[in-house]
């Protein structure tokens, strides 16, 4: 079973707004409130790179410094999801976005312990 399902991704035109969500796996994350989340995103012949964090209970939240004011990271605990609200889209939003949990309830600048398969995000000028 995949540990973390990606969903939402699509075709938008320059400015619009997407939301996406990831689904923690009940199996791998039995109590999904001891993990810190994030999302990640690879974009056409890019590295992979950090998009946004966020802690166990929403109460903390990190930005790259290239989406803060326009996208949003959230989560609902009970529904073992994460969310990323991306607003204000450019086209070099344009990539694969990624769901990571890291190993423990802070994020602390670490690598993700699981990923998901990631979902296409593309934005049209």
């Known amino acids: 079973q995949v540990p973390l399902v990606e969903s939402g991704g699509g075709l938008v035109q320059a400015g619009g707004s997407l939301r996406l969500s990831c689904a923690a796996s009940?199996?791998?994350?039995?109590?999904?409130?001891?993990?810190?989340m994030g999302w990640y995103r690879q974009g056409p012949g890019k590295e992979r790179e950090f998009v946004t964090a966020?802690?166990?209970?929403?109460?903390?939240?990190n930005y790259a410094d290239s989406v803060k004011g326009r996208f949003t990271i959230s989560r609902e605990n009970a529904k073992n999801t994460i969310y990323l609200q991306m607003n204000r889209l450019k086209p070099e939003d344009t990539a694969v976005y990624y769901c990571?949990?890291?190993?423990?309830?802070?994020?602390?600048?670490?690598?993700?312990?699981?990923w998901g398969q990631g979902t296409q995000v593309t934005v049209s000028a």
């Open positions: 990571a949990a890291y190993n423990g309830p802070i994020y602390s600048g670490t690598d993700p312990l699981y």
């Open positions: 009940r199996r791998t994350f039995s109590i999904f409130s001891t993990y810190a």
């Open positions: 966020i802690n166990w209970n929403g109460g903390s939240t």
